[in-house]
């Protein structure tokens, strides 16, 4: 056996060793904040300038005072450490400024049209006062559905292939590269894609939903595929060996343990790729139109749809544009509330169906 | 029902590199072999070769001979899919499915062949095998919960649970204690000892010991020099190996003067 004494400890040097190092009190921040808003509302008063020269003004002091404060207290390190905080903050503060506004007016002039007849009635025979977006909505849900029912099969097929079988053979390299170009193809393309295949199909002049839901596939089709992928990508390759070990066949493996491991992730995936095209206005403009009354046969005839709905509400005007706008606001709220709708039921779901370790 | 297991002159390549290179030995049925020598020599690459898992990485192929029951498992008539169900593997780092419980765990592989089975059978082969894998007294109050909540040790003879559900021929072992603390890797090799009694086991190992404990043979592997394709050097009896090895790098590396 090896001799396991330890050798003798080194001599530590005398001098003790310091530790603490002066530091701002955790109130720092709020005092230079309210400080830089008094300077703020000083120079207002002095200039008599606006409220955003004030915020501009606040923010250049606080963003100087503060991490001089700290250099002079705290030294170098800590002093850039809270210049960097104030630029996360800031810019974290500038990301949620169109955000929040977007939702405080959709929803300041948005909530007056809301009411039970606002969705218990289409606009057939409306010009003024009245009517709903009953038939939108329909539209809207039936479209989107279409869009999906084409675009998951075709999605997630797609990733399967890339991932299980393509394995980064020259095939699965250039669909990888198309789907990235795909992601990228503006909305109204898609719309005349479908426009001109049902030109070519049917003849000119043809509306009907089914063609607005193949031209929103077109954009649903390559999230749907990046988002599966990724998700099958990060399905440990462990866990295919040991179904494969116990002699499954691999497109077994692939249905009952690839894909119910990765369940959570594509589920998510797929609804965040509904709510997306959920809004869309280009393509449904040119390929389904809209109406005033409610279709519900998307084979056959004009649909509305709640993003075109918005769009002519607006461009309408004419005598009765106040009520017109009203009723686009009120569009424009519930597509909002669907959205979010969508994303948290995305949240949601992801959490029921990720794998679970018991602890 | 074990079987035994000829292998010759086996190559093992990964695409154009050469990693095991002329493997002859014969494993015996209804005893333990144990594989051990440096990392990277081609212990697990020979493994998996011995039941076709080999080639699920791309590009990787085999020449010569592996014969199991009179069948060259690499005849082109063979089905790689059968071949797996006859011969199991349990692999180094425990790997439940982490969508199933305890229960639908050791049901994977008959489940997932979907055999169709009544309740009572497939409780019975449930406690059979998680018995088998000594497992059965820590889980069988909670078989309904997910296999990811068990412990290292207890994932690993899950794993091992769910290899014998299928009643294999042989059993393949890749470094199946090299995760797991002392107390587990006990457990699994008394497990291996009672298992010799029914099945055909290989197992590779990183642990000397372990290799002289539990095997009734054992084969020495090495690399030539760096960068040369892993060979066969000895293959004996454990009990030679250990204490009258014919090879003297054999005995270098048994008594730890290795390079």
Redesign the interface.
């Known amino acids: 056996m090896t001799d396991l004494q330890t050798p003798e400890a080194p001599q530590l040097p005398a001098a003790t060793l310091s530790l603490t190092r002066p530091q701002l009190p955790r109130w720092a921040p709020l005092l230079a904040g309210v400080v830089s808003l008094g300077v703020g509302g000083l120079v207002a008063l002095i200039a008599g300038w606006g409220l955003v020269p004030v915020a501009i003004v606040a923010w250049v002091v606080f963003f100087v005072g503060l991490p001089a404060w700290s250099a002079a207290v705290e030294g170098r390190r800590a002093s850039i450490d809270r210049l960097v905080t104030t630029v996360a903050w800031t810019t974290f503060g500038l990301a949620m400024i169109p955000l929040v506004s977007l939702v405080y007016e959709v929803i300041g002039n948005g909530h007056s049209a809301i009411s039970w007849a606002f969705f218990n009635n289409s606009m057939r025979g409306v010009l003024g006062e009245g009517g709903g977006i009953y038939h939108a909505i329909l539209g809207t849900v039936i479209i989107t559905a279409c869009a999906t029912v084409i675009s998951v099969p075709i999605g997630v097929l797609a990733a399967i292939y890339l991932v299980e079988y393509g ?2 053979n020259r095939l699965a390299r250039t669909i990888t590269f198309l789907v990235d170009v795909m992601t990228g193809i503006p909305s109204i393309v898609a719309g005349l894609f479908a426009f001109a295949l049902f030109t070519l199909i049917f003849g000119p002049g043809v509306r009907f939903g089914i063609g607005g839901a193949i031209a929103l596939s077109v954009l649903m089709i390559p999230i749907v595929v990046r988002a599966t992928e990724e998700m099958l990508k990060l399905v ?1 390759d ?12 691999k497109w ?2 692939i249905v ?2 690839v894909l ?2 990765a ?1 959570g992730g594509i589920i998510t995936g797929v609804t965040l790729a509904i709510a997306r095209v959920a809004g869309e206005t280009a393509p449904l403009l040119i390929i389904v139109g809209t109406t005033t009354s409610v279709n519900l046969n998307p084979f056959d005839g004009r649909m509305a749809t709640l993003p075109v709905f918005i769009f002519s509400s607006v461009t309408t005007g004419g005598r009765y544009e106040a009520f017109n706008t009203e009723r686009a606001w009120g569009a424009a709220l519930v597509l909002v509330a669907i959205v979010m709708l969508l994303n948290l039921l995305a949240r949601f779901i992801g959490a029921i169906f990720a ?5 | 029902m074990a079987k035994s297991i000829d292998v010759s002159d086996l190559n093992i390549y990964y695409g154009d590199f050469l990693a095991v290179e002329g493997v002859n030995m014969t494993i015996k049925a209804r005893s333990v072999t144990a594989f051990i020598g440096p990392s990277g020599c081609g212990k697990s690459t020979f493994l998996r070769s011995l ?1 076709r ?1 080999h080639e ?1 990485i ?1 590009g990787a192929r085999v020449e010569g001979k592996v014969v199991v029951d009179g069948q060259s498992l690499y005849d082109p008539t063979i089905d790689p ?6 011969i ?2 349990v ?1 180094q ?1 425990p ?1 439940p ?3 199933m419980s305890i229960y639908d765990n050791v049901l ?2 008959n ?4 055999k169709r089975m009544r309740k009572s059978e497939a409780d019975a082969i449930v406690e059979k095998s998680l018995q088998g894998a000594n497992l059965w007294n820590e889980v069988k109050d909670r078989l309904d ?2 296999g ?2 068990l412990s290292g040790g207890q994932q690993q003879r899950l ?1 091992i649970a ?2 014998i559900a ?1 009643e294999p021929q042989v059993l393949l072992m890749d470094e199946p204690c090299s995760a797991l603390d002392p107390i587990s890797t006990s457990a699994i090799e008394d497990l291996i000892h009672e298992l010799k009694s029914s099945y055909t086991i290989v197992i590779v190992t990183h642990n000397m010991q372990q290799a002289a404990r539990v095997s009734d043979d054992t084969g020495f592997f090495n690399l030539r020099a760096a960068g040369k394709p892993g060979q066969l050097v000895e293959f004996n009896p454990t009990k030679k190996m250990f204490t009258n090895p014919d090879n003297e790098s054999t005995e270098a590396y048994i008594s730890g003067r290795f390079g």
């Open positions: 394995k980064k440990p462990e866990l295919r060996e040991a179904s494969y070990a116990l002699g499954v066949p077994r493996t009952k343990v119910p491991t369940l794998p679970k370790t018991g602890r | 039941n898992m699920v791309p899919v059968a071949v797996r169900r006859q199991g593997m692999f780092r790997n499915f982490p969508t994977a592989g489940r997932l062949n979907s919960k997910p990811m909540g794993c769910r290899a299928v």
